[in-house]
Every structure is written in structure tokens, then in C-alpha cells.
């Protein structure tokens, strides 16, 4: 199937299905652009979304998003004011006005969704929502970024807390690091190794970490993908992200140990190349432990150097 062909098709067939290219977008006097702007501010709490959050939301340029406001903010429909957090940043806020046009704007695009799928049988449209919403999510996943971080950081913090938690829920007498976290975070820092945050659509998805075990040996560590973005081949890039960090700190070979019962990961590393090994730490939780030969992956990062 040729992927891409099969994208764009779709891509022009909806567009002209839901009136993109209409310069009345729902029958409104706007366009698509100032309608999904205006429809973003009205969906957060209080009608009010800081203009920073706005721009990273919906990948918009500055200048545009600006041009986008201020056409808004002359027809009655927003407020740009000072944020009540920090002062030096702009928020958003629908007037009156703009509340009564964003609830005509949710109407309509309900009434639309509706249309578009009405000539189908119930059992159609279940397909049809379970399909768009696994390529809702596939195509997020695709987006994905790999962000090299200190593990001691705000966010990172968040991300390995998630971990924690998750592995306390699955292990029947819980899961406690105690200080084995602040402990590693030197060896997961940079040059001594590699902390790498997942983000899709700028939220937390996942991370892990890798650190030089010994001479020529890297260790995975705190590896860890959101519930929410499983299934969709995060795990194994980030696995493969975190193999080329090791072959960049000069490791050939990288082990890594988990537990029996993390019957998805246990497969993922399989797949990846991962074999069976003694046990090599005296780390009290896995009862599983890993290693892979980077060999191959070292040489071609060589012969493209």
C-alpha cells in the first residue's frame, strides 16, 4: 500500500467533506483558522487560554496567531489581556459575544459530524469512530519527540514519578526505589549518559534513560511510555533512541533488566534483538535481565561519520 497516496487521498476527500476551503467555514462569518482559534479559547475553563499555550496547541506561527487575534479582538468576539499568573505573558478570553458565536460554532460542527456520517448503519459508524480514532492517535504518534533532558528537571521529575507509580500499582508487594533515583541521576546526565523525555502534542508521553555500565557496556534504565500511547510503536523508538545515545557514549553492547510480568515489554525487547542473560546486578525487583550486541548499529553510525 503506498502510504502516502493513501494519506493525502483522505486528506482532500475530508477537507472538502467538512468545508475547509469554504472562507465562511459553518456557515459563519470566518474563516477555518480564526473559527478553530476562537473554538480552542472557548474550550478551555473560563473561556481563557494563555496566547503562548495557543501557538505550541495548534503549531501556529507568531505572526499569524497575532494577525488571527486581532482580527478576533476587532470583532467583539476576545479579550487579549495581561495573564493573572505572570503578567509578562498575553491570555485570550471570549466576551460575551464570543461565548454565544463559539456555541454556535460547537452546534454546527456537531450538526455537520452528524451529517457526515449519517448515511451509514450504527454499526458503520462504530467502525468508523474506532478507525479515526486509532489514526487520531497514530498519526499524534508519528509526531512524537525525543528530548534529551536533565533527569533531575521539572518535567523529568513528573515523568519517572509516573513510572514509579505505575510499577507500584503492577508489583504485587509494590515497587520502592528509595533513593536509587537521585542516585542515578548523575549517571543519566550529560556527557555521563543520556535522560530522554517523550513528547506528542507537547504532553508527557513517556522516558527512560541510559548509562554507562562499564567499559564498553551502557545500561537502559527508567524506561517508561504512557498508558494512553501504547500500541503505537512508541516504546520500541524510544528503545531504539536510547541504543544510539549508548553506541554515542561508545558502548557496543546494552543490557537492561525488567520483570517477568511486564509481558509487553518483555516481547518488545525480544523483538528488538534482546537476549537472555544471568543476572548481572543486585537490583531486588527484575527477575529478568537483558543484553543486545550494538556492534552492527556502531558501525554504521561510523561509516556515516
Given at each position: 500500500m503506498d502510504h502516502i497516496a493513501v494519506l493525502r487521498r483522505f486528506n482532500?476527500?475530508?477537507?472538502?467533506?467538512?468545508?475547509?476551503?469554504?472562507?465562511?467555514?459553518?456557515?459563519?462569518?470566518?474563516?477555518?483558522?480564526?473559527?478553530?482559534?476562537?473554538?480552542?479559547?472557548?474550550?478551555?475553563?473560563?473561556a481563557t487560554m494563555a496566547?503562548?499555550?495557543?501557538?505550541?496547541?495548534?503549531?501556529?506561527?507568531?505572526?499569524?496567531?497575532?494577525?488571527?487575534?486581532?482580527a478576533l479582538e476587532a470583532d467583539g468576539l476576545i479579550e487579549v489581556v495581561a495573564d493573572t499568573i505572570d503578567a509578562r505573558q498575553r491570555s485570550a478570553r471570549l466576551t460575551a459575544d464570543g461565548r454565544d458565536e463559539w456555541g454556535q460554532l460547537d452546534e454546527r460542527s456537531d450538526r455537520l459530524a452528524a451529517a457526515v456520517v449519517g448515511g451509514l448503519a450504527p454499526r458503520h459508524r462504530d467502525r468508523l469512530a474506532v478507525a479515526l480514532d486509532e489514526a487520531d492517535r497514530l498519526l499524534a504518534a508519528a509526531q512524537a519527540t525525543f528530548e534529551v533532558t536533565d533527569p533531575l528537571a521539572g518535567d523529568a521529575r513528573e515523568a519517572i514519578a509516573?513510572?514509579?507509580?505505575?510499577?507500584?500499582?503492577?508489583?504485587?508487594?509494590?515497587?520502592?526505589?528509595?533513593?536509587?533515583?537521585?542516585?542515578?541521576?548523575?549517571?543519566?546526565?550529560?556527557?555521563?549518559?543520556?535522560?530522554?523525555?517523550?513528547?506528542?502534542d507537547g504532553r508527557l508521553a513517556g522516558c527512560g534513560g541510559v548509562k554507562v555500565l562499564a567499559d564498553g557496556v551502557a545500561e537502559i534504565k527508567r524506561m517508561w511510555v504512557d498508558d494512553a500511547m501504547r500500541g503505537l510503536g512508541?516504546?520500541?523508538?524510544?528503545?531504539?533512541?536510547?541504543?544510539?545515545?549508548?553506541?554515542?557514549?561508545?558502548?557496543?553492547?546494552?543490557?537492561?533488566?525488567?520483570?517477568?510480568?511486564?509481558?509487553?515489554?518483555?516481547?518488545m525487547y525480544r523483538r528488538a534483538g534482546y537476549r537472555?542473560?544471568?543476572?548481572?546486578?543486585?537490583?531486588?525487583?527484575?527477575?529478568?535481565?537483558?543484553?543486545?550486541?550494538?556492534?552492527?548499529?556502531?558501525?554504521?553510525?561510523?561509516?556515516?561519520?
Open positions: 482532500r476527500s475530508f477537507t472538502t467533506r467538512i468545508g475547509v476551503l469554504e472562507e465562511r467555514f459553518l456557515g459563519l462569518d470566518r474563516p477555518l483558522g480564526h473559527a478553530r482559534v476562537l473554538f480552542e479559547i472557548g474550550s478551555r475553563p473560563d496566547v503562548r499555550d495557543l501557538r505550541a496547541d495548534l503549531d501556529l506561527d507568531s505572526g499569524y496567531l497575532s494577525r488571527i487575534l486581532r509516573r513510572y514509579v507509580d505505575e510499577l507500584d500499582r503492577r508489583f504485587s508487594g509494590g515497587f520502592h526505589p528509595g533513593d536509587a533515583i537521585e542516585a542515578d541521576a548523575a549517571a543519566l546526565t550529560v556527557p555521563a549518559g543520556r535522560f530522554v523525555l517523550v513528547r506528542v512508541l516504546g520500541a523508538r524510544l528503545l531504539r533512541t536510547l541504543e544510539e545515545h549508548a553506541v554515542a557514549l561508545g558502548c557496543a553492547v546494552v543490557r537492561l533488566d525488567t520483570r517477568r510480568l511486564l509481558s509487553d515489554a518483555v516481547a537472555d542473560i544471568p543476572r548481572y546486578n543486585a537490583n531486588p525487583y527484575p527477575d529478568m535481565f537483558f543484553e543486545k550486541d550494538l556492534t552492527v548499529m556502531a558501525g554504521r553510525g561510523r561509516s556515516r561519520s
